[in-house]
């Protein structure tokens, strides 16, 4: 669930009055529109299809998992190890959750191949249900 408003929803409300605006709308934001295939290739969109019912869970889990790590944040590798989830699902998973404004990466550090890895931390908002 999402509390922002964008400039759309609010009319020609300014940058500020989004900022401190009391009446925000508690109704959920509509899931993202699935990434689209990495090299758009026939198999690329048929697994992109397939994995499409069970995103919004897993995009819960990789959620979750940053959330877990706090201040410390996390690298893509190392929420393929706490979550037990292909790389090649997580990825996708970040680029939603950054779409969403539930993450942001900020930084690098070492990946296991030793090279720089972006590290990913949860923005917290102030709601009821976040797991954050």
């Known amino acids: 669930?999402?509390?922002h408003r964008t400039a759309d929803e609010v009319g020609s409300a300014s940058r500020q009055s989004l900022l401190f605006a009391t009446d925000y709308d508690?109704?959920?934001a509509p899931p993202p529109p699935p990434?689209?295939?990495?090299?758009?290739s026939p198999q690329s969109q048929i697994a992109a299809d397939a994995i499409r019912d069970a995103a919004p869970s897993l995009r819960a889990r990789v959620y979750e998992a940053i959330c877990r790590?706090?201040?410390r944040g996390?690298?893509?590798?190392?929420?393929?190890?706490?979550?037990q989830i292909d790389m090649a699902t997580v990825t996708p998973r970040v680029t939603e959750l950054i779409r969403l404004g539930m993450i942001t990466e900020s930084g690098t550090r070492p990946s296991p191949k030793n090279r720089p890895a972006g590290v990913l931390?949860?923005?917290?908002?102030?709601?009821?249900?976040s797991p954050c």
């Open 1 to 3: 669930m999402s509390l």
């Open 121 to 129: 931390f949860a923005i917290h908002h102030q709601k009821e249900s």
């Open 69 to 71: 790590a706090g201040s």
């Open 35 to 40: 990434s689209p295939p990495a090299n758009r």
């Open 74 to 83: 996390m690298i893509r590798h190392e929420i393929v190890a706490a979550t």
């Open 26 to 28: 508690r109704t959920p």
